[in-house]
T-cell receptor, first 114, second 112 residues
């Protein structure tokens, strides 16, 4: 496709369950970012990849959150033992540059933890 | 305290009218400031990007201004359309690194 795609678009998990969220960036894009957006708030940075290297994971809220991009294209954000406070929209964005300019966002995955 | 503050949180305007959204930031050192439009259930889409030396930038009916001295920006929507109903997010990029700081957004509802 022409844009950033994410799957699933919606995910409902029971508390304690593990989830995996997928991001397909625009082909050839070097940089990939994950953001967490709580309801009615702006996105907050989680982690950043340049190709397969995770250069910044300072935004990951706990060690239950793990992200990978093993071949420098598709990325997966995994959340272990989900908690209710993990409920949010998880946005993926990619850039052809080693910066955030330009930046293209995916539609997000809405995670609801019951 | 969030380093990017937006006001108002929400507003309702009639179709065809103009409106102005405000953004104040304290992020430093500053690289650029962006305005994004986020439709419900979608990811943000870039409207404008301004660097330190740019005072104004337009994209169709959207005009952004930047005062880097007072650390303020505004987004003006001219002749609003129903499709302008969305959240508008102000985003500031630091001079070093790839961290973006997002404001909480202004939710705009355009009524016929």
């Amino acid at each position: 496709g022409a844009g950033v795609s994410q799957s699933p678009r919606y995910k409902v998990a029971k508390r304690g369950q593990d989830v995996a969220l997928r991001c397909d960036p625009i082909s050839g894009h070097v940089s990939l970012f994950w953001y967490q957006q709580a309801l009615g708030q702006g996105p907050e940075f989680l982690t950043y990849f340049q190709n397969e290297a995770q250069l910044d994971k300072s935004g990951l809220p706990s060690d239950r959150f793990f992200a990978e991009r093993p071949e420098g294209s598709v990325s997966t954000l995994k959340i272990q033992r989900t908690q209710q406070e993990d409920s949010a929209v998880y946005l993926c964005a990619s850039s052809p540059a080693r910066t955030t300019t330009p930046l293209f966002f995916g539609p997000g995955t809405r995670l609801t933890v019951l | 305290k969030n380093q990017v503050e937006q006001s108002p949180q929400s507003l309702i305007i009639l179709e065809g009218k103009n409106c102005t959204l405000q953004c104040n930031y304290t992020v430093s050192p500053f690289s650029n400031l962006r305005w994004y439009k986020q439709d419900t259930g979608r990811g943000p889409v870039s409207l404008t990007i301004m660097t330190f030396s740019e005072n104004t930038k337009s994209n169709g009916r959207y005009t952004a201004t930047l005062d880097a001295d007072t650390k303020q920006s505004s987004l003006h929507i001219t002749a609003s359309q129903l499709s302008d109903s969305a959240s508008y997010i102000c985003v500031v990029s630091k001079a070093a690194g790839n961290k973006l700081t997002f404001g909480g957004g202004t939710r705009v509802l355009v009524k016929p």
